[in-house]
């Protein structure tokens, strides 16, 4: 019953917002007190996870989220998005800026913190998104969803990477080599097939395209920063320094984790709150000194606003996942889904795909759907006739399927790319879907090829 009261409190968040347009807050709130008082949680404990829910996401990324977007903001009023996305499509053009975005972001940034990347490449994707054409925006924002995402649960030192190899025992060189040929592959082929979707009248921009005042705002400085004359505009290599050093403090501090280094300062370094700190310090001293006191402390008012709208349904999304986490769901998957000794390699890999999946779908989280499912298959690990490795890349494949409401990252995703819900489900949602559909066959025959 209780994956029944999940499917149903998703499934009423999604009603509530798209057919009555009751705000995501609201319906999110109503959702987790439905699945608690239904799933048996309690009353007052169903209250007390909400509560804690919100307490723990803003723990986790609310700082993230703060100086990623407030650093966003500067680099934006500094004219430095513009030109950089000048300077790809001089380079390669505005047909495949979309497939470099997604390949670049699998490959060379593989996501350890994905609300890092996304509070970093949103703007991004929305200052090219005129130059690639009318739908611009939605292909862009699905190669982002690509890129990140993919990269996230295939490519060494993607969090979900780390976390699948390390519970399945899984060699960090072994999971990074079928890593890149599953994960660059996965990202092209998912945003040259949502460009075919999008192509045949996928997006509707009357209703999936929803600019809110923070981002209107937001887009004013930059304009009015462009006015500023070339000599009070920083260089774009210096201005992007502010990206790129916090970007290589994180990406550090995951390799040497990985390698199993141990230093304290080294750990102080590349702590993603601190790093993106450091960033935001870089920026704001370079904006001070380029633009002046006033169209800088703009730029951080607009920065600012747009923070207060994020964190507060990010948050309120991570209180269903927080009621969600409180139920027995876990336990019910791994009751239904048992691993047979000598199954086939197709019934393996889809079976530890679907366990991933449904978690995903439940639970809201690529890395907790992934632990959880390598924790229901690894007992049985041994006895199925399918390498680790290829069962491991399964479950990342199952993990990402089809992201929605339940995740603080669908939030942020509408709100920094300024996509309204039924947007986001088409652009972050379907895409995910669509990568996970995509990664499965190449996925399978490995399952052939790799020897046990």
């Given at each position: 019953m209780i994956i029944l009261h999940a499917s149903i409190a998703i499934l009423g968040v999604l009603l509530l917002i798209i057919a009555l347009k009751v705000e995501p807050v609201i319906a999110l709130v109503l959702g987790s007190l439905y699945l608690g008082i239904a799933g048996g949680v309690g009353l007052p404990e169903t209250v007390q996870a909400i509560a804690t829910g919100f307490g723990e996401i803003m723990a986790e990324v609310g700082l993230l989220i703060a100086f990623g977007v407030l650093l966003g903001a500067l680099l934006h009023s500094m004219g430095a998005l513009q030109k950089l996305v000048a300077l790809l499509l001089r380079v390669l053009g505005a047909r495949r800026l979309p497939y470099a975005m997604a390949a670049a972001l699998t490959t060379l940034f593989p996501s350890i913190y994905v609300d890092v990347q996304l509070v970093l490449a949103a703007p991004l994707a929305r200052s090219a998104a005129p130059s690639v054409g009318s739908r611009g925006l939605p292909q862009l924002s699905g190669a982002l969803t690509a890129g990140i995402l993919v990269g996230y649960v295939f490519v060494v030192p993607g969090l979900g990477t780390l976390s699948i190899a390390g519970l399945l025992g899984i060699p960090l060189g072994t999971m990074l080599v079928f890593g890149l040929i599953v994960g660059p592959a996965t990202a092209v082929i998912t945003t040259f097939l949502f460009g075919l979707v999008l192509k045949r009248g996928f997006w509707k921009p009357e209703t999936d395209e929803h600019e809110t005042q923070a981002l209107r705002d937001s887009e004013r400085a930059a304009e009015q920063a462009d006015g500023d004359t070339q000599v009070r505009t920083p260089p774009l290599g210096v201005s992007l320094m502010a990206v790129i050093v916090p970007l290589l403090l994180i990406a550090t501090g995951a390799i040497t984790d990985a390698?199993?280094?141990?230093n304290t300062f080294i750990d102080f370094l590349s702590d993603p709150v601190f790093a993106l700190f450091l960033g935001l310090v870089g920026a704001y001293v370079l904006a001070r000194r380029t633009l002046g006191r006033e169209r800088t402390d703009d730029a951080i008012g607009s920065g600012l606003n747009t923070t207060g709208q994020i964190l507060v349904i990010t948050g309120?999304?991570?209180?269903?996942?927080?009621?969600?986490?409180?139920?027995?769901?876990?336990?019910?998957?791994?009751?239904?889904?048992?691993?047979?000794?000598?199954?086939s390699v197709v019934f393996t890999l889809l079976l530890a795909w679907l366990v991933a999946a449904l978690l995903h779908f439940a639970i809201g989280s690529i890395s907790v759907a992934a632990i959880a499912a390598a924790g229901i298959l690894e007992p049985v690990l041994s006895t199925l006739d399918v390498a680790?490795?290829?069962?491991?890349?399964?479950i990342?494949?199952?993990?990402?399927?089809?992201?929605?409401?339940?995740?603080?990252f669908f939030w942020?995703?509408?709100?920094?790319?300024g996509v309204s819900t039924k947007g986001a489900l088409k652009a972050l949602t379907f895409v995910t879907a669509l990568a996970s559909v995509v990664a499965l066959p190449i996925i399978i025959v490995l399952g052939f090829l790799v020897p046990v």
């Open positions: 390698a199993g280094v141990e309120v999304g991570g209180s269903l996942g927080a009621v969600i986490g409180a139920t027995t769901l876990d336990q019910r998957l791994g009751d239904l889904f048992s691993a047979q000794s000598g199954a680790p490795v290829v069962v491991g890349l399964a990342g494949a199952g993990a990402l399927f089809a992201l929605q409401v339940n995740s603080n942020m995703f509408q709100s920094l790319l």
